[in-house]
């Protein structure tokens, strides 16, 4: 018998595919013998820097596993068609979920999931555990979210005829996270707006635009970002949203007023390149948005810098967030379904929950 059978995976392997391995800062596959061929005649594959590049290649290359029996089979093939579908600003975090997954579930069958192993699996990865490098890994809310990935992983499973019915889907009540509660004051927003530029375009202009038509739309940052000039027309600014563009494609027109068309006005003064074809752009005309990536650093420094001068330079002590601003849109609303509207939900149940922040006021009794 070869020694190499039932060798315990080294620690960065583990939770990985079979036959793949990750060293020198890359993932790697160990080809089976006479299999070269269709590995570029490789014994040790390069399949990318980073788990989402790595499950990219590895797509390309295979197709979906036939032979589902095991939940490492699940997750290889949710990994391969369900996450790629997904925001690529979450992908890397997805990629490691399944890592944290398949390392503790990969070898049970399918069929032998029960609830009691969901609620020892949250139980074990709510204990934030610090490495010899400082780095803290799990915790509840990372818990949750990975029990989140196995819950949609089986319902897919479901879906594509792997078993009968969810194993723990209604089962399983985690205790819930407390939605983030921070409203934020008008008097907030105003000692923003009024925050000394020091130029007559660039950032600090170019942010105070962006907080006034987030509060006046809504708008997700992504929707912001990807603002054209085309998109503002005679009836008001057109626009999909970018998250449910390849689901439902409903497109939102907000309707021009008075405030509306001051907030555009104004970012399109901020510009640093009048030319360019979007409403917030950096110095070379472009997005702040990499559609490749899904990243906008440059636009989350910028918002970083503005709001150190604003907890300096004014009477602000808390920082908020655009998420915050999104919330304060929809509180401020002056109803619900308004409120739903403006922020593109299917579902008022989710602006409700989440983003109507704004503290009820009740009459005392007489």
């Not at 793949?20 to 005649?41: C, K, T």
Request: glycine share 6%; aromatic share 8%; hydrophobic share 35%.
């Amino acid at each position: 018998m070869s020694s190499r059978v039932g060798r315990k995976r080294n620690a960065e392997n583990k939770g990985l595919p079979a036959r793949w391995r990750h060293y020198h800062g890359a993932y790697y596959y160990r080809v089976p013998l006479g299999s070269e061929a269709h590995w570029d005649g490789k014994r040790q594959f390069h399949l990318g820097s980073t788990l989402p590049e790595a499950y990219k290649t590895w797509a390309v290359r295979i197709a979906a596993p036939t032979a589902v029996r095991t939940i490492a089979h699940l997750l290889d093939r949710y990994a391969l068609e369900v996450v790629p579908k997904k925001a690529l600003t979450n992908q890397p975090q997805h990629a490691t979920w399944i890592k944290q997954l398949r390392a503790v579930f990969g070898a049970m069958p399918l069929d032998a999931l029960e609830p009691q192993h969901i609620y020892q699996y949250v139980d074990r990865r709510s204990r934030k555990k610090t490495s010899d490098t400082g780095k803290t890994t799990g915790g509840r809310i990372a818990a949750h979210r990975e029990v989140e990935v196995l819950r949609h992983a089986f319902t897919k499973a479901v879906e594509w005829g792997y078993i009968r019915a969810h194993p723990f889907k209604g089962e399983v009540r985690l205790e819930g996270e407390s939605p983030r509660s921070r409203y934020v004051e008008d008097w907030e927003v105003i000692e923003c707006l009024t925050l000394g530029a020091r130029r007559r375009a660039g950032s600090v202009l170019a942010i105070q635009a962006y907080i006034r038509l987030k509060l006046l739309t809504g708008m997700r940052r992504g929707d912001l970002l990807r603002l054209r000039m085309v998109d503002c027309r005679e009836d008001g600014i057109h626009v999909t949203a970018h998250k449910t563009k390849q689901s439902t494609g409903k497109k939102v027109i907000y309707n021009w007023s008075p405030e509306l068309r001051a907030a555009v006005e104004s970012a399109k003064a901020a510009r640093p390149l009048h030319i360019a074809p979007f409403l917030f752009c950096d110095r070379k005309g472009q997005s702040y948005l990499d559609e490749e990536t899904g990243q906008c650093h440059g636009w989350k420094s910028m918002w970083q810098r503005f709001f150190d001068r604003v907890l300096a330079e004014t009477k602000v002590t808390e920082r908020f967030s655009e998420h915050d601003l999104r919330a304060k849109c929809a509180s401020d609303a002056k109803s619900l379904e308004h409120a739903r509207a403006m922020l593109s939900h299917a579902d008022a149940r989710t602006t409700e929950a989440i983003y109507r922040r704004r503290p009820e006021r009740v009459d005392p009794a007489r």
